[in-house]
């Protein structure tokens, strides 16, 4: 069955500084990923994917997320954390035939 | 904005009651997924809807149950409501029938509330 780990419950980071969220996931197939953020009392927002090509996905606000196949990991990055960037960040991956399964989310915290 | 619409944003019930969330997806969206998010269980997909007919279905208990309506809106039926049923309740929705390329677009959510 697939899985999804965010093995951070919480990411602290001050202002100005790089920000990385893990994720590593276990899927039969092809993964499909997804990076989505929730911010308090608002549905989840898409950030960004992965389906195939450059392991390197680029999505809103800044976010960027590296694909390692080796690794099974699709950590989430900015190069300067914001204080509004302070929200519960999901992964989710999915094959061709499954679902989205979703992580238990990590809250990211960036402190001025 | 998403696009997704949800109502009520609030329930609160009683124990052994029944409800019913209602979902518009995004316009020109077929696919509609309900999710449900806890505490202890995080964001749990319940069952999806592709144009009328059930696509798949997760972890959704016999006591629930969900349809989508010609105009392809959605509702949730929860019934003998439990205290342990008390969470969120997300609907997306998107244009890809397997989800697969398109990433789904959710809505704001109903958080229901069983005492």
């Known amino acids: 069955a697939q899985s999804v780990a965010q093995p951070e419950d919480q990411v602290n980071v001050a202002e100005g500084n790089p920000l990385t969220v893990k994720c590593t996931y276990s899927v039969s197939g092809n993964p499909y990923l997804f990076w989505y953020v929730q911010y308090p009392n608002r549905g989840l927002q898409f950030l960004l994917k992965y389906i195939t090509g450059d392991n390197l996905v680029k999505g809103s606000y800044g976010f960027e997320a590296e694909f390692n196949k080796s690794q099974t990991s699709f950590h989430l990055k900015k190069p300067s954390a914001l204080v509004s960037d302070s929200a519960l960040y999901f992964c989710a991956v999915r094959d061709r035939r499954t679902p989205l399964v979703f992580g238990k989310g990590t809250r990211l915290s960036v402190i001025a | 904005d998403s696009g997704v619409t949800q109502t009520p944003k609030h329930l609160i019930t009683a124990t052994g009651q029944r409800v019913t969330l209602r979902c518009s997806p995004r316009s020109g969206d077929l696919s509609v997924y309900w999710y449900q998010q806890s505490l202890d269980q995080g964001l749990q997909f319940l069952i999806q809807?592709?144009?009328?007919?059930?696509?798949a279905k997760g972890n959704i208990l016999e006591r629930f149950s969900a349809q989508q309506f010609p105009d392809l809106h959605s509702e949730l039926n929860l019934s003998s409501l439990e205290l342990g049923d008390s969470a969120l309740y997300f609907c997306a929705s998107s244009g890809d029938p397997s989800g697969v390329r398109y990433e789904q677009f959710f809505g704001p959510g109903t958080r229901l509330t069983v005492l």
């Open positions: 809807y592709y144009n009328g007919e059930e696509r």
